[in-house]
């Protein structure tokens, strides 16, 4: 067995950077361990943007993390130098009494988030790239702080200043056991043992096979993203457009990144489906994007906003790993007093990941956080 460390933190995606990143600057000695590579393509946290929005309509009991996580983006964005929040502003489509439009209403008015309610005869002169929208919306809502995250450059930042505090990040070691014991923790990864004060467990669509004491039904829903290329040239409407959430009659919502092409990464407008998806595991899932899921990314998109219709000229798979009322666990293991988890960010846990980081080193450090998370706990699945 090797040297003590004060954390370990298992799972360096979103969530697990975070924590190593909140535990370092605090002068914690932390150790990170990864079974890809970070920033890797086969969890939960790739594909170039990652909405950030505040006015939540999954819940107002949200906002006041989104506004630290706000604080904290900005934070990593000067430490780090790099660009990686864009504040294009996000466009919400619906129905007046529905489930987006009333929550994000509910929430903006109760917090006091700056929103434009648009009414559809006015949107070509708003967002012309909308004006021909074929589903039945009552209502558009413009949340102008809104925008979007690099993933996968705000993993790599945070790593990065993790490490520059001392932090110690293990890559391509799969952890495949861990033990609490009265004092310390056991953790073990490609056959070395580690022991720590603390575990901080934050393994994604992999919290099935890793946390199996966790009484929480989790289910891992396989999701396909494309990358739209319009037909013709309309490249200055498509980068002055906002990012869109906008619910479909009989279907799932669409959402969609403006053209924010980066290193590495397809260009076009990101679009995707929230709330469908097929169920998988995460060594199991089927990386195949099929040739009639790329169609169905095609035609929704082409309904929302005819004018920038086009191929889907890149794609990828994702997951998300759902939880059964829709809302994250962020909370110590059950009966366990040295072990926290952060898991079932159900395809909108990006724009948290700071403040779950903040959340988990308190943990880790003291047991408990003055952070208001009370109601993301597991014990609501007893
Ligand atoms: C297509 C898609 C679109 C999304 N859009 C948005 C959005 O617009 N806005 C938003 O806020 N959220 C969005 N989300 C959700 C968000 O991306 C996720 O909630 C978040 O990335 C989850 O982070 P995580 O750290 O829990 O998981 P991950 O980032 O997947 O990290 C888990 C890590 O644990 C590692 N791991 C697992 N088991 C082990 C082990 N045994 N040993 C070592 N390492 C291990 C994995 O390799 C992985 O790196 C989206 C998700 C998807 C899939």
Not at 166 to 180: K, L, M, P, T
Not at 258 to 269: E, L, N, R, Y
Not at 288 to 303: C, D, L
Not at 317 to 323: A, E, P, R
Request: aromatic share 8%; with cysteine.
């Amino acid at each position: 067995m090797s040297q003590k460390w004060d954390v370990i933190v298992v799972g360096m995606g979103a969530m697990g950077s975070a924590a190593v990143w909140h535990l370092a600057r605090r002068g914690m000695r932390v150790l990170g361990i990864e079974q890809f590579s970070r920033g890797h393509n086969r969890g939960s946290s790739h594909g170039g943007s990652r909405i950030i929005r505040n006015a939540y309509f999954e819940h107002s009991n949200y906002v006041p993390l989104l506004r630290r996580s706000d604080v904290l983006w900005n934070e990593l964005e000067e430490r780090s130098g790099a660009k990686l929040i864009h504040r294009c502003g996000l466009l919400y489509g619906g129905l007046h009494a529905s489930e987006v439009i009333a929550g994000v209403r509910h929430s903006a008015l109760l917090h006091g988030i700056q929103f434009e309610s648009i009414e559809p005869a006015k949107i070509s002169n708003r967002f012309p790239a909308f004006a021909k929208y074929a589903e039945p919306i009552e209502e558009f809502i413009f949340e102008p702080h809104a925008g979007f995250v690099r993933p996968e450059r705000a993993i790599c930042a945070m790593l990065a200043d993790a490490e520059e505090n001392g932090a110690i990040v293990r890559e391509g070691a799969a952890v495949d056991h861990w033990h609490e014991r009265a004092d310390f923790v056991e953790v073990t990864a490609g056959g070395i043992t580690e022991c720590a004060d603390a575990l901080v467990l934050c393994p994604g669509a992999w919290t099935p096979e890793l946390a199996r004491e966790l009484n929480v039904p989790l289910v891992n829903a396989r999701q396909v993203i494309g990358w739209i290329t319009p037909y013709e040239s309309r490249q200055d409407e498509s980068n002055a457009m906002p990012a869109f959430f906008m619910e479909r009659e009989g279907g799932a919502s669409m959402y969609g990144v403006p053209t924010a092409s980066d290193q590495g990464m397809p260009s076009g407008i990101k679009v995707g489906f929230h709330g469908d998806g097929q169920e998988c595991t995460a060594d199991s899932i089927d990386r195949v994007v099929r040739a009639e899921e790329i169609s169905a990314i095609e035609k929704a998109f082409a309904r929302a906003a005819p004018s920038l219709a086009g191929a889907v000229t890149a794609s990828t798979v994702c997951m998300y790993t759902n939880t059964p009322d829709g809302h994250f666990v962020i909370d110590r293991m059950p009966r366990l007093r040295r072990t926290s988890i952060a898991c079932g960010f159900c395809g909108h846990g990006f724009k948290f990941a700071p403040v779950v980081g903040e959340i988990l080193a308190d943990l880790a450090m003291r047991g408990e956080t003055n952070l208001p998370a009370d109601f993301l706990r597991q014990n609501r699945f007893a």
